[in-house]
């Protein structure tokens, strides 16, 4: 019903900055909340950073006043904006929009590696 494009993932030295896209089709006018994922091997996938369709937003402590995520309801689009990037910020990274009835889509994922 909804369908998520992430784009913008690569490798980058630590310190440097990365920002992500995701462009949203379907049936846009169903999605509510939007948001970034991330799972880095062997863990749990884990909320980043969210976005409402008003422009409030809440994000992780680990990436407080590091990561911004931003949103242009105009394109469909939500952005996350990284900076001072550490090693540990290594993951794949997820798009994710919930419906207004609670419905969640995917993206497929891009992957961040940060090296040392």
């Known amino acids: 019903q909804v369908q998520l494009v992430e784009s913008g993932g690569g490798l980058v030295q630590a310190g440097g900055s990365v920002r992500l896209s995701c462009a949203a089709s379907g049936n846009i006018f169903s999605i509510d909340i939007m948001g970034w994922y991330r799972q880095a091997p062997g863990k749990q996938r884990e909320l980043v950073a969210s976005?409402?369709?008003?422009?409030?937003?809440n994000s992780a402590d680990s990436v407080k006043g590091r990561f911004t995520i931003s949103r242009d309801n105009a394109k469909n689009t939500v952005y996350l904006q990284m900076n001072s990037l550490k090693p540990e910020d290594t993951a794949t990274y997820y798009c994710?929009?919930?419906?207004?009835?609670?419905?969640?889509?995917w993206g497929q994922g891009t992957q961040v590696t940060v090296s040392s």
């Open positions: 976005s409402t369709r008003s422009g409030g937003t």
């Open positions: 994710n929009a919930r419906t207004t009835w609670g419905a969640s889509s």
